[in-house]
Nanobody
Framework: VQLQASGGGLVQAGGSLRLSCAAS????????MGWLRQAPGKAREFVAA????????RYADSVKGRFTISRDNAKNTVYLQMNNLKPEDTAVYYC??????????????????WGQGTQVTVSS
C-alpha cells in the first residue's frame, strides 16, 4: 500500500489542523491505520490509530481530548483532526498502516507501511 500524507503547516498555539492520508494500491479496509510523529532530536512516537472498521481508536496520553482520528474506507483516506495545538506538538507527522495484527497497535515498530511525513509547526 502507498500512503500520501498532507495537511501540515504552521499554526499558532491553540489553533487547529486536519491531516489527511490517502492510500492506494491495496484494499484500504484491510489495514489498521495510524499517525505517528517525530520531533527534532527525538524518537518517533505513536499519536493515534484506528481499527479497520473505524470502530476502535487508540490515542497517546499527550493528545487525548485534543486529537481525533477517523477514516473513510470509501475514500481510502484516514484523517487526524488536531485541536488546541501546543508547541510541543511540533513534529513531522507520518501516516502508517498495519495489515498483520488483529488489534490496534500503539508501537511504531508494529506498523509495516509508512508514508512520507508532513511537517506540523506550532508557534507559541
Amino acid at each position: 500500500v502507498q500512503l500520501q500524507a498532507s495537511g501540515g503547516g504552521l499554526v499558532q498555539a491553540g489553533g487547529s489542523l486536519r491531516l489527511s492520508c490517502a492510500a492506494s494500491g491495496r484494499t484500504f479496509s484491510n489495514y489498521v491505520m495510524g499517525w505517528l510523529r517525530q520531533a527534532p532530536g527525538k524518537a518517533r512516537e505513536f499519536v493515534a490509530a484506528i481499527s479497520r472498521s473505524g470502530g476502535s481508536t487508540r490515542y497517546a496520553d499527550s493528545v487525548k481530548g485534543r486529537f481525533t482520528i477517523s477514516r473513510d474506507n470509501a475514500k481510502n483516506t484516514v484523517y487526524l483532526q488536531m485541536n488546541n495545538l501546543k508547541p510541543e506538538d511540533t513534529a513531522v507527522y507520518y501516516c502508517a498502516a498495519d495489515d498483520v495484527r488483529s488489534w490496534v497497535p500503539t508501537v511504531p515498530a508494529d506498523f509495516g507501511y509508512w508514508g512520507q511525513g508532513t511537517q506540523v509547526t506550532v508557534s507559541s
